[in-house]
């Protein structure tokens, strides 16, 4: 599969957008882009995903680049719950083999 | 409601002890993984089976078993020839393998401490 690579951190206040970034150069055409996030102590949780058009969920909105090598994950409104690691992966659509491969995240922090 | 349980949350054991970790998921899911989880780090997968009876290798396999029996149930058996069983362990499943279809869900996890 190919390799994605975001921050290892950041920082958000309260109520106000955040963009987190993912890049992945050698992504395939059919290649889909996963986010997943993962609270302390806690399971990984399903965020979106997508191929190449925007999506938009009641969670977040996945904005992808035109030439698809990066994409944003936007979360409207943060909240001190979504202080958590966020995971961007990629999944082909032929089968990856069952390996899901979740690097080390961006840690997003949230002030109050 | 449908979802994916992991049993117990906290696991002690004495070292040298083989510990078997439940999984259970009434999603009706084809695929099932297996998890390893050490502070601070990512993912890396131990299993994973993409149907019933049938069960593959993941990256870190050495020292773990599984079984995939029922549809429902992939059982994850920590032996006594990992030589550092203490991590956080998660099940996970999906509706099958192949982009959108691995929209995975991930059970609580089961934190394993070794003694």
């Known amino acids: 599969d190919a390799k994605t690579t975001q921050p290892n951190s950041m920082e958000s206040n309260e109520e106000e957008p955040v963009h987190l970034p993912c890049n992945h150069s050698t992504i395939s055409g059919t290649d889909y882009i996963h986010w997943y996030r993962q609270l302390p102590s806690q399971g990984p949780e399903y965020v979106i995903h997508g191929l190449t058009s925007n999506v938009n969920n009641r969670m977040a909105s996945l904005a992808i680049a035109e030439d698809r090598k990066s994409s944003t994950l936007i979360l409207h409104r943060a909240t001190l719950r979504d202080a958590a690691v966020y995971y961007c992966i990629l999944r082909y659509l032929g089968g990856s083999q069952g390996n899901l491969i979740f690097g080390k995240g961006t840690k997003l922090s949230v002030k109050p | 409601d449908g979802g994916i349980t992991q049993s117990p949350k906290y696991l002690f054991r004495k070292e040298g002890q083989n510990v078997t970790l439940s999984c259970e998921q009434n999603?009706?899911?084809?695929?099932m993984y297996w998890y390893r989880q050490d502070p601070g780090q990512g993912l890396r997968l131990i299993y994973y089976?993409?149907?019933?009876?049938?069960?593959q290798k993941g990256d870190i396999a050495e020292g773990y078993s599984v079984s995939r029996e029922k549809k429902e149930s992939f059982p994850l058996t920590v032996t006594s020839a990992q030589k550092n069983p203490t991590a956080f362990y998660l099940c996970?499943?999906?509706?099958?393998?192949?982009?959108?279809?691995?929209?995975?869900?991930f059970g609580q996890g089961t934190r394993l401490t070794v003694v």
């Open positions: 089976s993409q149907i019933v009876n049938d069960f």
């Open positions: 999603l009706n899911h084809d695929a």
């Open positions: 996970a499943s999906s509706i099958g393998t192949g982009g959108p279809r691995e929209k995975a869900f």
